[in-house]
């Protein structure tokens, strides 16, 4: 299980279709969380891991919301196997109650699978050193097309997208970083792909990268969609 960790502010959960009101809450207020990782999955069900205040309050609003894990189901609603995000900062009651209560952020949230009884979290390097140091991440896929670097790939190309941050961190007047054009070599399981930057991703952290269909598929099945994975610069 991947355990990613974001911050919101200003969620609204509603008991009537909430689970597609809150990913339309996040994807038009924060920015998509990733289309590869939620595109094609539903959504199980909300849970606040912090105590006190159950997610399908009626009408509830929330504002600096904290240790709300959505699990995100990888074939139907019924499925077992969940994956989580853990949003953190604070949680407090702003409505449809009289009194308003905070929570501070003081617990740890691991992810769990309840098809099995093993409990992992993953820990991300944050280095944006292209000296060859080796990173841990989450390997995503995306739809390759045209990109920041100013090139055309197709899903055919082994390319990947690096995290928004780290690309703008060497772009030019241009908007075109120097880490275009570099290579990457990414590792799970024994299995190795060397990709080509051509654009950014602004749902990734900087120890993230988003692969085109064929690069991805060197390492893991495309049905798998999300990965945990390591990584150097060339």
């Known amino acids: 299980m991947i355990l990613m960790r974001h911050k919101y502010q200003d969620i609204t959960i509603r008991k009537s279709q ?21 595109g094609k999955r539903g959504f ?20 600096n ?12 609603l019924d ?6 995000i853990t949003l953190t900062t604070t949680i407090e009651q702003s409505s449809s109650a009289s009194d308003t209560t905070e929570i501070p952020t003081t617990t740890e949230v691991s992810t769990t699978s ?8 993953s820990t991300s390097s944050t280095s944006t050193s292209a000296s ?3 990173q841990t991440g989450r390997g995503t896929w995306y739809e390759v097309g045209n990109d920041n670097c100013g090139t055309s790939s197709t899903n055919e190309d082994l390319v990947c997208a690096i995290a928004q941050t780290l690309y703008d961190s060497n772009a030019n007047s241009d908007s075109v970083s120097e880490y275009c054009g570099k290579t990457i070599t990414a590792t799970y399981q024994n299995k ?17 990268l988003d692969f085109s269909p064929a690069a991805f598929k060197e390492l893991a ?14």
């Open 18 to 38: 909430y689970a597609s009101t809150f990913i339309h809450n996040i994807f038009c207020n924060f920015n998509h969380i990733g289309s590869s990782t939620f």
């Open 65 to 76: 919301a904290s240790s709300i894990v959505l699990f995100s189901n990888t074939s139907s």
């Open 221 to 234: 099945s495309l049905d798998t969609g999300e990965i945990e994975i390591e990584w150097s610069w060339n």
């Open 132 to 134: 060859g140091a080796v």
């Open 44 to 63: 199980a069900k909300f849970n606040l891991t912090a105590p006190l205040i159950p997610p399908h309050f009626q009408n509830s609003s929330y504002s």
């Open 114 to 121: 309840s098809a099995s009884s093993d409990t992992t979290s």
């Open 192 to 208: 190795n792909v060397v990709v080509k930057v051509v654009d950014s991703c602004e749902s990734c952290s900087e120890s993230d």
């Open 79 to 84: 499925s077992t196997e969940t994956k989580s």
